[in-house]
């Protein structure tokens, strides 16, 4: 069932409205819908501690106007004449008299909703993805800089690349390697990438031999 507001811009209106708000967190129901919107739009500015429901739901509307509306619209109208600003508000919006809280969404709200559930499963897709790595990490000869060698494979910085703890393996003859745990974003950091690109390439090679995976394990 509609309900009808009159004179939004004046003290009696305001308080006919303060009224109807008693108790009430919305115009319609528990969540907010369009009929706050248009109300919202009627009432000039938050009337402040004169009439404290109307306040608290201008507040309320406010941090809200930016989200969508998940509650059911019943509809709204608006009696008596309105405030000149009002009025001119009303006439861009349109030219009946009437206010329709019951038109389908534009193709904009409806654009802007697709790309925001696609962002969502997206950033979704990519938290999930991960990988946790073991690495190998061979130097030329056991005359090699070992602190330099991990000093250059933990120079390799890239979104997605976690680098995490390591420790010198002893080989044979002298020679050690660099055993080091990394965490990846699959979507964004490629293992073979990681190595053929960035490791054993230079300047890196100066201290790095060869990478072999000893394992990979999704997260």
């Known amino acids: 069932m509609a309900v009808t507001f009159s004179n939004l811009h004046t003290e009696s209106g305001l308080k006919s409205l303060n009224d109807f708000l008693s108790g009430k967190s919305y115009i319609s129901g528990s969540k907010l819908t369009k009929d706050d919107i248009k109300v919202y739009a009627a009432v000039l500015k938050n009337p402040g501690d004169s009439f404290p429901n109307v306040s608290k739901w201008y507040n309320s509307v406010s941090s809200q106007l930016a989200a969508s509306f998940p509650g059911k619209a019943v509809g709204v109208g608006f009696g008596g004449k309105a405030a000149p600003a009002e009025s001119a508000k009303a006439e861009a919006a349109d030219d009946d008299d009437d206010l329709d809280l019951f038109g389908d969404e534009t193709e904009e709200e409806k654009k802007a909703a697709e790309e925001r559930e696609a962002s969502k499963k997206s950033a979704k897709k990519k938290e999930s993805g991960k990988s946790s790595v073991l690495m190998d990490v061979k130097p030329w000869d056991d005359e090699t800089d070992m602190k330099k060698l991990e ?69």
Not at 162 to 189: E, H
């Open 151 to 219: 000093e250059a494979v933990r120079s390799v910085e890239m979104p997605g690349l976690l680098w995490g703890a390591s420790k010198l393996v002893a080989v044979g003859y002298g020679i050690k390697k660099l055993q080091i745990m990394l965490t990846i974003v699959d979507d964004l950091v490629s293992v073979d990438t990681l190595i053929e690109e960035h490791l054993t390439v230079e300047p890196r090679n100066e201290y790095i031999q060869s990478c072999d995976i000893v394992a990979f394990n999704k997260i």
